[in-house]
C-alpha cells in the first residue's frame, strides 16, 4: 500500500482542491489510479466535471483580485516557501510517482528536484518583473511601460512529467500575481494534489492555486477555454489537443501557451567524439522509457560510422533493467498504458514489414501488458512511421545519411520542431547546422539540455511559448503603456 510507504501519508489527495477546499464529485463518482507496473488500484480519485471547474475559475478570479496586490517580495518569500517544502518531501513526492506513473525511483526523486527549480527559479523572478521608461515624443509628457499579470490561467498538464511539468506552469503564473486553475492528467493526479497540499502548507492562499481532477478531459478542457474569466490557457501534451484548445481559445482571444509533440533528431557526424554520442544518444531516448516530448526519436547517423555506432549503442541498450521502478535494480519502467504499449508496436511491425532489422527488443516483455523491451532498430528508410511519428516508448530507429547537407534535410523534414540534438567536434559544422535545425532547442554535444534556466519550448507544430528561464515568465504578463501628459 503506497499510503503505508509514506512518511507523511497526508500528502496522499483523492479529492480535487478548489478554494483552498478539498471536494468530492456532488453525485460522489470517483475515478482509479493504477501503477503501470502492477495494475494495482492505488487510489479513488473524485471525478470532478466542467460544474467544478466553473466553480474553481469562479474562485481562482476572486482570489486573483488579492493575489495581485502582493507585493513581489511577499509573493517571492511563499513561492520559496513552497520550494523547500518540496524538497522536504522529495522521498514522498517520488514515491507517489513511481507509483502512478511508472517511472524508475531515481528518475522520480531527479524529477521532484527538477520540479521544484522551476518553483525557486520564479521565487527569485518575481522580484524581477521590470517596466520601462521610453524616450518622449514631447517635451511635456513621458511615456512608460508596466508589466501586469494577464490574469486568471488555465493548466492542463501530462502524465509523463507529473511533478515538474505543473510547476513550471503554475510558479511562474503566481510569481507574475497570476492565480491559476490547473486539470492534471487522469493518470496521474496524485502528484498534482500532493503538490496542491504543499502550496497551502507554505501560505499560498486560497482559490490561488486550484487543481481540478477528473477523467472527462474533454468538458473541462471546455470549460477552461470557453470561459471568459480565463485569460490564459498553458497546455502540454499533442498535437492534435493542443491545435484543439487553441480553437476553442481563440472565441475569447485567450493568451495561449503550447509545448506539443516533437520527433527529435540526434544527428552524428563521422568526427564526433562516438562514445559520447552513444551515450547522449541512449539518455535522450531512453529516458522515462523513451516517454518525454524531447526523447531523440530519430537517430542519424553518417553512413561511415554507421556500422560502429549501432554496434556499440546496441550494447549499451542490453544494460537495461526492465521492471518495476520500485524496484532498486531497475533502470526502465514499463510504459503508462496498454494502448501506448500497442502504439509501439505498430511502429515497429510497420518498419520491419517495410525491411528494416531489429538489432535488440522489439517485443514486449513478460513482466506484464504494459513492458515493452528496450529496442534498437536499423535499415531504415523515411516512408517508415518511425521515421514520422512520435514513438514515445523505449525504440531507437538508427538512420543512416551520407552528407551534411542530407543530414540536416531529413532532421527537418518533420511539422514537429520542438529539440534537436548532434554530434560533432567541427566547429563550423556547429554553427551552420545549429542554424539550419528548424527547432526551438539544439543540443550541440549534449542532450540533458533541460534545466529552469533555459527556455524550453518549440517552434512549427511543436508549439509556442517558452517555460522556464527569464522568457518564461513573459508569457504570463501584459504589457501596459502609461502615458503621462501635460508634464
Ligand atoms: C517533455 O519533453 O515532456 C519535458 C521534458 C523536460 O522538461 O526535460
Redesign the pocket.
Same mark, same amino acid.
Given at each position: 500500500m503506497l499510503e503505508q510507504k509514506l512518511k507523511d501519508p497526508s500528502l496522499l489527495r483523492s479529492a480535487g482542491f478548489i478554494d483552498g477546499q478539498w471536494i468530492q464529485a456532488p453525485n460522489g463518482n470517483t475515478f482509479e489510479v493504477l501503477n503501470p507496473s502492477t495494475g494495482e488500484v492505488i487510489a479513488k480519485v473524485a471525478d470532478l466535471g466542467a460544474q467544478e471547474t466553473k466553480q474553481a475559475i469562479a474562485a481562482a478570479e476572486v482570489a486573483y483580485d488579492h493575489w495581485k496586490t502582493i507585493p513581489a517580495k511577499q509573493r517571492s518569500s511563499i513561492l520559496r516557501r513552497w520550494y523547500e517544502l518540496v524538497l522536504e518531501n522529495q522521498e514522498d513526492l517520488a514515491l507517489i510517482m513511481t507509483s502512478e506513473q511508472g517511472k524508475v525511483m531515481s528518475e522520480s526523486r531527479g524529477e521532484v528536484i527538477?520540479g521544484a527549480s522551476y518553483i525557486e527559479w520564479f521565487a527569485e523572478e518575481a522580484k524581477r518583473i521590470y517596466g520601462d521608461v521610453l524616450p518622449s515624443t514631447s517635451a511635456d509628457r513621458r511615456s512608460i511601460v508596466i508589466k501586469q499579470p494577464v490574469g486568471v490561467v488555465g493548466a492542463i498538464t501530462?502524465w509523463?512529467?507529473p511533478n515538474?511539468?505543473i510547476t &513550471?506552469k503554475v510558479a511562474p503564473a503566481l510569481a507574475a500575481g497570476c492565480s491559476i486553475v490547473l486539470k492534471p492528467a487522469a493518470e496521474t493526479p496524485l502528484s498534482a494534489l500532493a503538490l496542491a497540499e504543499l502550496a497551502s502548507r507554505a501560505g499560498i492562499p486560497a482559490g490561488v492555486f486550484n487543481v481540478v481532477v477528473g477523467k472527462d478531459s474533454k468538458s473541462i478542457g471546455a470549460e477552461l477555454t470557453s470561459n471568459p474569466i480565463v485569460k490564459k490557457i498553458t497546455f502540454?501534451g499533442s498535437t492534435a489537443v493542443g491545435k484543439l484548445l487553441m480553437e476553442q481559445s481563440a472565441k475569447t482571444i485567450k493568451k495561449t501557451s503550447m509545448?506539443l509533440g516533437?520527433n527529435a533528431p540526434v544527428l552524428v557526424f563521422e568526427d564526433a567524439d562516438l562514445d559520447k554520442a552513444v551515450t547522449g544518444a541512449l539518455g535522450a531516448k531512453f &529516458?522515462n522509457a523513451g516517454?518525454?516530448?524531447?526523447?531523440a526519436n530519430r537517430i542519424l547517423v553518417q553512413d561511415t560510422i554507421y556500422d560502429e555506432f549501432i554496434k556499440r549503442f546496441t550494447n549499451r541498450v542490453g544494460e537495461f533493467v526492465l521492471g518495476d521502478g520500485m524496484a532498486d535494480q531497475t533502470t526502465m519502467g514499463p510504459l503508462i498504458t496498454k494502448k501506448a504499449v500497442e502504439n509501439v508496436i505498430a511502429l515497429v511491425n510497420d518498419a520491419v514489414e517495410q525491411g528494416a532489422k531489429v538489432c535488440i527488443g522489439g517485443k514486449t516483455d513478460a513482466q506484464g501488458d504494459h513492458f515493452y523491451q528496450p529496442t534498437v532498430i536499423r535499415d531504415l528508410t523515411t516512408s517508415m512511421r518511425l521515421a514520422k511519428e512520435e514513438v514515445f516508448g523505449p525504440v531507437a530507429p538508427v538512420f543512416k545519411f551520407s552528407t551534411e547537407k542530407e543530414a540536416v534535410a531529413m532532421a527537418n523534414d518533420t511539422e514537429f520542431g520542438?529539440?534537436a540534438y548532434m554530434y560533432t567536434k567541427d566547429h563550423s559544422r556547429i554553427w551552420r547546422v545549429g542554424e539550419a535545425l528548424e527547432y526551438g532547442m539544439v543540443g550541440i554535444n549534449e542532450t540533458a539540455?533541460?534545466s529552469e534556466m533555459i527556455p524550453?519550448g518549440g517552434v512549427k507544430e511543436s508549439g509556442q511559448g517558452r517555460e522556464g528561464s527569464k522568457y518564461g515568465l513573459e508569457d504570463y504578463l501584459e504589457i501596459k503603456y502609461l502615458c503621462l501628459g501635460d508634464i
Open positions: 527538477y501530462p509523463n512529467f515538474a511539468m &513550471r502540454t509545448e516533437g &529516458r516517454q518525454t516530448c524531447i526523447c520542438l529539440a539540455i533541460s524550453f
